[in-house]
Nanobody
Framework: QVQLVESGGGLVQPGGSLRLSCEAS????????MAWYRQAPGKQRELVAA???????TYADSMKGRFTISRDNAKNTVYLQMNSLKPEDTAVYYC???????????????WGQGTQVTVSS
């Protein structure tokens, strides 16, 4: 099995910054794409940003220029640096990893448990 553990969420004032981390552990042979999603109350889960194993990044339009996704392959960790935060960024943030198992060698998607980000004065 594979576990993803997020950290770094919290309460921040508008205009502030937060850095989220998500570490994968368990039966990992390799990790392909990693991504951050978010879900606000009453809304569907949406993609925030994604990064391939070759460090190619994709961002949702509303996050471009404010958020930066990065990864440390040696640590099986993906990061999300969030700057210029707005109240509408308030949501639970989830990480996802596309993992090839070191037991079955099959590729599966795994999700973290989520971390709350609240932007409020």
């Amino acid at each position: 099995q594979v576990q993803l553990v997020e950290s770094g969420g919290g309460l921040v004032q508008p205009g502030g910054s937060l850095r989220l981390s998500c570490e994968a552990s368990g039966s990992i042979f390799s990790i392909n794409a990693m991504a951050w999603y978010r879900q606000a109350p009453g809304k569907q889960r949406e993609l925030v940003a994604a990064i391939t194993s070759g460090d190619i990044t994709t961002y949702a339009d509303s996050m471009k220029g404010r958020f930066t996704i990065s990864r440390d392959n040696a640590k099986n960790t993906v990061y999300l640096q969030m700057n210029s935060l707005k109240p509408e960024d308030t949501a639970v943030y989830y990480c996802k990893a596309e993992v090839r198992s070191n037991r079955s060698f099959r590729i599966s998607d795994y999700w973290g448990q989520g971390t709350q980000v609240t932007v409020s004065s």
